[in-house]
């Protein structure tokens, strides 16, 4: 009995922070092609629109971009091809967002957005 314990003690542990990865997670977004391809979490329709027009110009080949919760504040997170400029240009916008808004927004989930 103490060895299975012990099993589902140890296996708990390599789980659970792979359950917890994305617990701080707001949105993540999947850009191609400078359009935005697929939409995961809460974000105002107001952001969306601004990165759309952000990635869209140059236009990202493919790019990841995820906003957390980093002690308490939004905190932008890409990786892709994204020019600096236009990654200065999401920390900007992200930054007129309070945490409050980001958290009440409607969910949104695997679609494409059209």
Not at 3 to 15: I, K, M, R, S, T
């Amino acid at each position: 009995m103490l060895g299975y314990a012990a099993l589902l003690a140890a296996l708990l542990a390599l789980l659970l922070p792979w359950l917890l990865r994305g617990a701080n997670e707001l949105f993540a977004l999947e850009v191609r092609d400078g359009r935005i391809t697929r939409v995961r979490g809460r974000i105002p329709q107001g952001l969306l629109s601004a990165v759309e027009d952000i990635v869209a110009r140059p236009a990202s080949s493919r790019a990841h971009v995820r906003a957390v919760v980093e002690d308490r504040r939004p905190r932008l997170i890409t990786r892709g091809t994204l020019t600096a400029s236009q990654e200065q240009q999401l920390r900007n916008v992200l930054g007129l967002w309070t945490l409050g808004q980001l958290r009440t927004a409607p969910p949104r989930r695997g679609g494409v957005r059209s």
